[in-house]
């Protein structure tokens, strides 16, 4: 699947090449840009749609270790979980400094997980959502400037990239 990120002027024409793009297998992130670079409002939204999926993420594991015996599993899920909480608490600190209000509300993730019925059915879908995070990573890392947050975000989309690994096998 490829990503791009593309600049349209006014919403409707976002939604309408976001809906085309979407139909030719192609993940889209539409936001005011200049030379690449997002516009400090369309970061501190998209950072703001990553914060409620890392707080979605952390409900969903949660949810998940509950039930499950001592072993590798737990242990693994523990470290997930850890992760999104680190995360979560990285992408509050990069709202805060772009000027930007953290959202306060959790995706809902977690919710449709915690209805799906398995651990090997739970472990795909936990996948399918820490692929989304790494897609949307990788399509917001060429178009930040500071180095800093290039980093963080780095290090996030490698270790969403390490735990779908570590689901898979």
Do not use: C
């Not at 409620?52 to 997930?80: C, I, N, Q, T």
């Amino acid at each position: 699947k490829r990503v791009i990120v593309a600049e349209a002027a006014h919403p409707d024409t976002q939604r309408t090449l976001a809906a085309y793009m979407r139909q030719q297998d192609v993940e889209i992130i539409t936001a005011p840009a200049r030379d690449g670079v997002l516009d400090d409002r369309a970061l501190i939204d998209l950072l703001n749609r990553l914060l409620e999926a890392e707080r979605s993420g952390v409900r969903a594991v949660s949810g998940m270790l509950k039930p499950l015996p001592d072993g590798e599993l737990k242990e693994e899920l523990k470290k997930a979980k850890g992760d999104e909480a680190r995360y979560v608490a990285g992408l509050h600190a990069a709202l805060k400094r772009l000027g930007g209000v953290p959202s306060e509300k959790v995706g809902d993730f977690a919710d449709k997980l915690l209805v799906i019925d398995g651990i090997v059915e739970r472990l795909r879908f936990l996948n399918r959502g820490q692929g989304w995070v790494a897609r949307k990573i990788e399509a917001l890392l060429p178009t930040l400037t500071d180095q800093a947050m290039r980093d963080f975000f780095s290090e996030m989309r490698d270790t969403h990239r390490k735990n779908i690994a570590w689901a898979e096998k």
